[in-house]
């Protein structure tokens, strides 16, 4: 086949987390080469008629959308699935609307409730009713890798919460919110569809391993994306709990699947859980078209399934061709 691997536009100075969809292209491209597939790549441009004469001059079989964001903001990645979508082009991923719900966590959450999955309380300015007791974590509403996450995003109280959100519009821009904090063990769940139904991969738990009790546990910007600091040194993914928890890992995978199913996905996703105490899950967030490069989390479940990345990445474009 034919496949137009299409991507955000990166400047050269841009962040770490932004220069990371070039890494993924590359790796993307050669596994499209080892598969026998004929590759090209290409910015996107949020113009209809600049894509539509790119995609008629390179006619591609199927496109592969690493679009992440738009003018450098998460939330006009939409664009892209929805002008693929008007040309009548397959491509990789989901379709603009499930990008769009799962992009805003205030929509997603909102969702989540009514079909009555767990996900954590939240808050939302600007009278933050709903903040009570204990602790909180304070996010950016569209924004997603980390963004603007650090230990001092965990606070206490509707002041901090306030405090912390003005501050972080103030340096980042968009939008924040507050959900309550879960102290437990984090998951993920990464999901790629075969045959029109989504495959539950070997499920990873992140480990915050030498992590000092007076921290939060969260897989906050520099545990990420800094590999010379200590959170990413001492932040791994680790496989092979579910002997121990063979019932958890069941509602997990039936949890995942009804996230895919509430929210339209396609292709492949990945959703984030936090797990209490007393075993109980609760949905942080749903990532379409999450991370592809090979060390990322759907690559290392994959390799824990016997899945090679090569064969990854072609079932991700034969799944956009045949949905």
């Not at 396609?266 to 859980?273: E, K, L, P, Q, S």
């Amino acid at each position: 086949m034919r496949v137009l691997i299409v991507h955000s536009d990166v400047a050269p100075d841009a962040p770490i987390d932004e220069q990371d969809t070039l890494l993924q292209a590359k790796a993307i491209a050669a596994a499209l080469l080892e598969k026998g597939h004929e590759v090209s790549s290409a910015v996107f441009v949020p113009n209809a008629a600049a894509m539509e004469s790119l995609v008629a001059a390179d006619a591609p079989d199927v496109v592969f959308n690493l679009v992440e964001s738009v003018w450098g903001l998460g939330i006009y990645a939409p664009l892209a699935p929805a002008m693929f979508s008007n040309m009548g082009i397959p491509f990789t991923g989901v379709s603009a609307a499930a990008m769009a719900a799962t992009g805003d966590k205030l929509l997603s959450k909102r969702l989540l409730k009514s079909a009555r999955l767990p996900t954590p309380a939240w808050s939302q300015p600007p009278h933050w009713r709903a903040i009570g007791e204990g602790r909180w974590i304070v996010k950016s509403v569209t924004e997603d890798a980390s963004f603007g996450l650090d230990d001092g995003a965990v606070v206490s109280g509707r002041e901090a919460v306030a405090a912390r959100a003005q501050a972080s519009a103030a340096k980042h821009g968009g939008h924040w919110f507050a959900e309550r904090y879960i102290h437990g063990r984090e998951f993920n769940v990464a999901l790629i569809e075969r045959n029109g139904v989504p495959a539950i991969l070997p499920i990873g738990e992140m480990v915050f391993e030498r992590w000092d009790d007076s921290r939060p546990r969260i897989v906050g910007y520099a545990a990420k994306w800094e590999e010379a600091t200590p959170e990413y040194r001492d932040t791994t993914r680790m496989y092979g709990w579910h002997r121990e928890l063979p019932e958890l890992e069941k509602t997990l995978e039936k949890l995942a699947r009804d996230c895919w199913s509430l929210f339209g996905l396609t292709g492949y996703a990945r959703v984030d859980f936090r797990v209490d105490a007393e075993n109980r899950p609760y949905i942080l967030e749903i990532n379409p078209n999450p991370c592809l490069e090979p060390n990322a989390g759907v690559a290392m479940s994959c390799a824990q399934a016997g899945l090679s990345y090569a064969e990854l990445i072609d079932d991700i474009v034969r799944a956009a061709l045949h949905g």
